[in-house]
């Protein structure tokens, strides 16, 4: 139970997830130290600096756990509080890098799919209801991701909460390392933005102004949105099924709302809902191997005291 102050992991001194933020801002500060090197992408040393500070964060995060609801919930949820400071250095860090890459994956899509499906089906299917639908449910993501663990945190299932905010935290540092080493912009960027009236709908437009704000360049393959989405929702149907079948719905609009919006080419979305696959596959190992260890500890109990 997560009242139990004798079996909580959130007591020991650190925690998967604090390991798991360590080891993506090493990687981050690798590929800051990298750009410093080359003159590619100027501020990279506030970047580090930045980097710096989370370290101190990871550091402070298991006193934080300890001093009360305020301080443990800081430590539980901070790598996912971080995830859009994370997602805009991502896009300082690629800011330079070019189109090489795009070319490599548009091929991958003609492979794939037999065309340039991301560039084709707006174009080709511009239905009004369709693509209202679809960008609206692109608008939710946010919604979808936060609303996964803080669904669970609140209706009493913490344990399962810092589960979902671990995977969700792995799903996102495993996206964001290909992007800072294999950066593909999109075809949002790559093609010229589809102008009919399907493109014109209040949530596409919405959509096209919030990337305008805060997307980040180079940040498409494999799709975090797609990857963290999935994730979000099959740890919820897990642990929760009713918040997890209703954020369902919304998951696969956004799956594929990133096509037909020309907001990610179609094998990022499949690249991502390929990682969500391999995560939760993961998770559910991790939990029947915990899950088993109580047991494995109950009868070393009953031999002990048998002796």
Known sequence: MSGSPTVRQSDRMYEPVDIATFLYVTVASIAALLAIRSDDVPGEGWLLLANGLLLVLIVLAPRARRLGPVGRTLG??????????????????????????????????????????????????????LSWVLHACYLMYVLILYGSPFGLWVSGRRDQARQTILALAVTFFL????????????????????????????????????????????????????????VATGMAIRYWRPLGLALLPVTAGLVLGVVYGQFLYGVDALSGLVVAGLILAVMEWWRERWAAQPAVSSVAGVLEVSR
């Open 76 to 129: 539980d949820w901070y790598p996912i509080l971080l995830l859009p400071a994370l997602y805009a250095e991502v896009g300082v860090l690629t800011l330079n890098a070019g189109f090489q890459n795009d070319w490599t994956v548009q091929r991958l899509e003609t492979w794939v799919f037999g065309s340039e499906v991301s560039y084709r089906w707006i174009r080709e299917m511009p239905s009004l209801g």
């Open 175 to 230: 996206c964001y390392m290909v992007f800072l080493f294999f950066p593909v912009a999109g075809p949002r960027y790559a093609f010229d933005l589809p102008s009919n009236a399907a493109a014109h709908v209040w949530p596409a437009r919405a959509a096209q102004w919030m990337l305008d704000m805060g997307d980040s360049w180079g940040a498409a393959f494999p799709s975090s949105h797609v990857a963290g989405a999935v």
